[in-house]
């Protein structure tokens, strides 16, 4: 009668309850091959040579005793089967197969032979396969699989162009232009107009006290004093009375100067407005508030140049030439007016850029490039007048004037530089926007008003887009950070 629980028998003639134990697979030995003494010289490493691609040495090989674990031998041979230098991926190594009789040369015994799986050479020794493209007639074994690149993070960076802007597979994005010995690109006008990533400013742009002033106010102020002029005409030409038409000059007098005051100190009382506005810590502000924001500039992937001086590694680049109009010569531009200087050519470009914060010591991106709004007061560093009879003196002018593919007539001209380069203190007005740990500074969506300044007797002033306000630092030597 059989029981109903398992049972077997050892080997000794036990009967024990239970199944058999399964048999344990026994792990694989690596066995070691003693390396050969090199004498400093790496061919003679064996495995460390193949790490570096160099060549082994067989000429000077040495003999390292019985090959133990060898494959099975066919024919009759004496003494101990021996095998000189260090074997090619010894054992331990299943990429290396060896397969077919090994004899041992001895007295009275046949030769070695030894048969390789897989296809030979013109010499007899296996082919080694390796994927991918070869130079320089090394095969170099790489382990592992390659990574794939980064995706695109969208975070700007300064450096060379290899640490520019990525495309939808990861790949650096190729950027027309030359690169220079700092990394800078090197674009010419109609690429950087052409890329997305730079904002134009035209002369519309600028501020001017003309087209800051309400056009209907202008109006209205002007019609005033015209029925004021009329009424004391009339009132001195009736009864002799020039009490009215005094009164009138007076205001108008006034009203003009005031005016004029404007026109000409304007930009300087907004400059002012700027630096006397106090600094905000970006620790504390709030997104959605309106900030002042100062600091050391750094470059973001789209670095520019300026177009005369060539100054590498710029954010924002301004080069305008201007001409003299005397009676009898050509305009430069269709509103060009006698006797004044109109402006014949203009390339300004400002591109988004990180700002160190002196506060908190904070680091924003300032987005003033893919087309955003931005109000430049920026000091220009050079200023070059040109007179016919000077012209000769200035290679570099008649050269930027040939690249420019402007002539160069017996005019009066002017040329006017400013750029703000790595390393520069500037100023920066705008809104405060964070998203998802990143601090950003954006155009406000409504203009800013600067209000009255009565001691200055300044109009109010609205300011469109992100402020932006540079010194003159041309003559300072910076650091880029």
Known sequence: ??????????????????????????????????????????????????????????????????????????????????????????????????????????????????????????????????????????????????????????????????????????????????????????????????????????QEDDYSFRKNF???????????????????????????????????????????AIFIWNTCWGRKAITDFISCHPDTDLRTAKSGQFVKVTGVVTCGNVPLESSFRRVPRCVYTSTSLYEYRAWGSKPANPKHRHFTWGLRSLERHVVDFYISDFQSGLRALVKTGSGARVTPFVDDSVVIDIKPENKDLSPEFIRWLGQKSLSSDDRLMRLKE??????????????????????????????????WQWTKCIFPASLEGIILRCEDTSNNDVIPV
């Open 214 to 256: 309400p056009k209907p106010v202008l109006w209205l102020v002007i019609l005033i004093f015209v029925m004021g002029f009329i009424a004391g005409g009339f009132i001195l030409g009736a009864v002799h009375n020039p009490i009215l038409l005094i009164v009138v000059l007076v205001l108008f007098a006034v009203i003009a």
């Open 1 to 202: 009668m059989g029981s109903r629980y398992p049972s077997h028998q050892l080997s000794n003639g036990l009967f024990v309850s239970g199944r058999p134990e399964q048999p344990k697979e026994k792990a694989p030995t690596m066995s070691s091959v003693a390396m050969p003494y090199t004498g400093g010289d790496i061919k003679k490493s064996g495995e460390l040579g193949k790490m570096f691609d160099i060549p082994m040495d067989s000429a000077k090989s040495r003999k390292s005793g019985p090959i133990t674990g060898a494959p099975s031998r066919t024919g009759s041979f004496a003494g101990a089967a021996t095998h000189s230098g260090s074997i090619p991926n010894a054992a331990g190594r299943a990429g290396y197969n060896v397969s077919g009789p090994i004899s041992s040369g001895g007295p009275g015994s046949g030769s070695m032979k030894k048969t390789n799986s897989g296809p030979l050479n013109k010499h007899g020794e296996p082919i080694k396969k390796s994927s991918g493209p070869q130079s320089g007639g090394a095969t170099r074994q790489n382990s592992g699989p390659i990574p794939p690149s980064l995706p695109a993070t969208g975070l700007i960076t300064s450096g060379p162009i290899s640490s520019g802007p990525l495309n939808s597979s990861g790949a650096p994005r190729k950027l027309s232009g030359s690169l220079d010995s700092s990394g800078s690109i090197k674009m010419n006008s109609a690429s950087i107009a052409q890329n997305q990533a730079v904002t134009t400013i035209t």
């Open 418 to 451: 400013g750029y703000i380069k790595e390393g520069s203190t500037v100023s920066v007005m705008g809104i405060v926007q964070r998203n998802d740990n990143v601090l950003m500074i954006v155009p406000p969506p409504e203009p800013i008003a600067t209000g």
